[in-house]
């Protein structure tokens, strides 16, 4: 069955052509809207690779830094805990004494009266957990 306009009236005719015209108009929309949803689809694929990239750099970066403050930590510890021991030993009992600890690396410096007291000094750094060296300046009086 063929629809010819010319025998439908004038009314008629508008309305079959508005109504194809829609159908048309709803197919070109739908197609566009469908790339659209595509496009914004990728975009926010993109955008969430993105964010996730930014997340793993400000995790790196933040265990960078923690390694960093434990290190100073662990440093200020030893530091600590030897001043504690050289005050402790009553055959140091000194004041005389300066240690300072970087990266593990004890270093000791003063002056003292005997070599014994320098040699136990260098004893109870090395003895401490975390020392990876002892550099010894202590000197004799």
């Keep these: ?28 929309v739908g197609c566009e809207q469908q790339g659209t949803a595509e496009k914004a689809g990728e975009k926010l694929d993109r955008a969430a690779a993105t964010a996730s990239d ?3 750099a400000a995790k790196a970066s933040l265990s960078g830094e923690a390694e ?3 290190d100073y930590m662990d440093d200020a510890g030893i530091t600590a805990k030897i001043k504690a021991e050289i005050l402790g030993d009553p055959t140091l009992k000194v004041f005389q004494i300066h ?14 009266d005997a070599q014994l007291s320098i040699n136990r000094a260098v004893d109870l750094a090395r ?6 060296s002892v550099e010894n300046r202590l000197i004799l009086k």
């Excluded at 003895?127 to 990876?132: A, S």
């Design 54 to 56: 930014k997340l793993d």
């Design 68 to 70: 960093r403050t434990g």
């Design 99 to 112: 240690v300072a600890t970087t990266g593990g690396v004890v270093t000791l410096s003063g002056t003292l």
């Design 127 to 132: 003895g401490t957990q975390n020392v990876t």
């Design 1 to 28: 069955m063929r629809i010819t306009t010319d025998r439908l009236p004038l009314s008629a005719s508008k309305s079959l052509f508005l109504i194809a015209f829609l159908s048309a108009m709803l197919g070109v």
